[in-house]
């Protein structure tokens, strides 16, 4: 399954994560990640392991990492801790003035390109609260999105067919909800889960249909239709302290990636929710398409190890 792997040994002085890959359409890959311990975000080289640049400001940890291409060519790095959202220049690590709030902690983040072209950021805030920000600037966009009523934990952002961004977003009230990214109306009713909803993903389908999965602190995995809600197969046992990562196309079907408390990540189909089989070393992971079609798969282990391998090449008219 796995083909050439870059080994960055010791990326890391605490356990390497999160970790996430980014990719444009002229073949541009981002590899960025994070840690528990103290010294800071870097971005990584994907074909030598060699570090480009590492951020002066740790963040205590860390909560989540999003990159996104600005109309322009260049990128911007974000990551969400204790402190609200810190951002830097993507391909230089120059630091740029953070998001507001600065005195909330973020867990979760997303990012996206607005059909008007802007590029923004999404924050799932302690508060309840969640936050949307122009990239570039890192200034509000509107008022903060609220209907959780309690923490919320994670976001996901994506396009849809029939020109609607939508953002997909979980929380300590055991919902996901819905809302157009643009305007910050709420989209459809909540989507029920049994516990705290701690990730979600979003991932177009064949067909027309997008999928979002959630997980959730009772270790289930359920699957929802983005745009009518309705579930998509029954909800999956994962096993304990196992939660998503990553969610991607490979050899023409739907994939989801998972870790656990046993550092290993683990693939699932994304629509009937079953394990592959393949699994490789690690307590974190993101996965990205390149242009030219290969599917990279980053994953970061408790040692501070970050291990970049190319999975393979989709075939983006299957899947169901």
Same mark, same amino acid.
Not at 47 to 55: F, H, N, P, V
Not at 56 to 72: C, F, K, M, P, T
């Given at each position: /399954?796995? =083909?050439?792997? +870059?080994?960055?040994?010791?990326?890391?002085?605490?356990?390497?994560?999160?970790?996430?890959?980014?990719?444009?359409?002229?073949?541009? +890959?981002?590899? +960025?990640?994070?840690?528990?311990?103290?010294?800071? +975000?870097?971005?990584?080289?994907?074909?030598?392991?060699?570090?480009?640049?590492?951020?002066?400001?740790?963040?205590?940890?860390?909560?989540? %990492?999003?990159?996104?291409?600005?109309?322009?060519?260049?990128?911007?790095?974000?990551?969400?801790?204790?402190? =609200?959202?810190?951002?830097?220049?993507?391909?230089?690590?120059?630091?740029?003035?953070?998001?507001?709030?600065?005195?909330?902690?973020?867990?979760?983040?997303?990012?996206?390109?607005?059909?008007?072209?802007?590029?923004?950021?999404?924050? *799932?805030?302690?508060?309840?609260?969640?936050?949307?920000?122009?990239?570039?600037?890192?200034?509000? %966009?509107? &008022?903060? %999105?609220?209907?959780?009523?309690?923490?919320? &934990?994670?976001?996901?952002?994506?396009?849809?067919?029939?020109?609607?961004?939508?953002?997909? $977003? @979980? =929380?300590?009230?055991?919902?996901?909800?819905?809302?157009? *990214?643009?305007?910050?109306? #709420?989209?459809? /009713?909540?989507?029920?889960?049994?516990?705290?909803?701690?990730?979600?993903?979003?991932?177009?389908?064949?067909?027309?249909?997008? %999928?979002?999965?959630?997980?959730?602190?009772?270790?289930?995995?359920?699957?929802?239709?983005?745009?009518?809600?309705?579930?998509? @197969?029954?909800?999956?046992? /994962?096993?304990?302290?196992?939660?998503?990562?990553?969610?991607?196309?490979?050899?023409?079907?739907?994939?989801?990636?998972?870790?656990?408390?046993?550092?290993?990540?683990?693939?699932?189909? #994304?629509?009937?929710?079953?394990?592959?089989?393949?699994?490789?070393?690690?307590?974190? #992971?993101?996965?990205?398409?390149?242009?030219?079609?290969?599917?990279?798969? *980053?994953?970061? *282990?408790?040692?501070?190890?970050?291990?970049?391998?190319?999975?393979?090449?989709?075939?983006?008219?299957?899947? $169901?």
């Amino acid at each position: /399954m796995s =083909g050439d792997s +870059v080994r960055i040994a010791g990326a890391h002085e605490g356990a390497a994560g999160p970790v996430l890959l980014a990719a444009d359409p002229a073949g541009q +890959v981002l590899l +960025v990640s994070n840690s528990n311990g103290r010294d800071g +975000v870097c971005r990584w080289d994907t074909d030598t392991g060699a570090l480009l640049w590492r951020s002066s400001d740790a963040l205590g940890g860390g909560n989540a %990492l999003a990159a996104v291409r600005l109309a322009d060519g260049r990128w911007v790095v974000a990551a969400a801790g204790e402190r =609200g959202v810190a951002r830097w220049d993507g391909l230089t690590g120059q630091v740029l003035p953070g998001c507001e709030p600065r005195d909330e902690t973020v867990w979760g983040l997303a990012s996206a390109r607005l059909l008007d072209g802007r590029a923004v950021l999404v924050g *799932a805030g302690n508060g309840g609260e969640i936050h949307r920000w122009d990239a570039e600037t890192g200034i509000a %966009l509107g &008022k903060p %999105l609220v209907g959780h009523g309690t923490s919320v &934990k994670c976001v996901a952002v994506q396009e849809l067919p029939g020109h609607t961004v939508m953002i997909a $977003s @979980g =929380g300590d009230d055991g919902c996901v909800r819905r809302w157009d *990214a643009a305007t910050g109306q #709420a989209l459809g /009713m909540p989507l029920e889960a049994s516990g705290w909803v701690i990730e979600v993903v979003m991932l177009p389908l064949a067909g027309g249909r997008t %999928l979002i999965a959630a997980s959730d602190n009772e270790d289930i995995l359920y699957r929802w239709d983005a745009e009518s809600g309705e579930p998509i @197969g029954h909800p999956v046992e /994962m096993g304990e302290y196992t939660v998503l990562a990553s969610a991607v196309h490979l050899a023409g079907e739907p994939m989801l990636f998972t870790f656990g408390a046993d550092e290993v990540v683990r693939q699932r189909h #994304a629509v009937t929710g079953e394990p592959t089989g393949h699994s490789w070393r690690g307590q974190a #992971a993101s996965c990205v398409t390149r242009a030219d079609g290969t599917v990279l798969l *980053a994953t970061g *282990a408790f040692n501070g190890d970050v291990v970049v391998q190319t999975l393979g090449v989709p075939q983006r008219s299957g899947g $169901s």
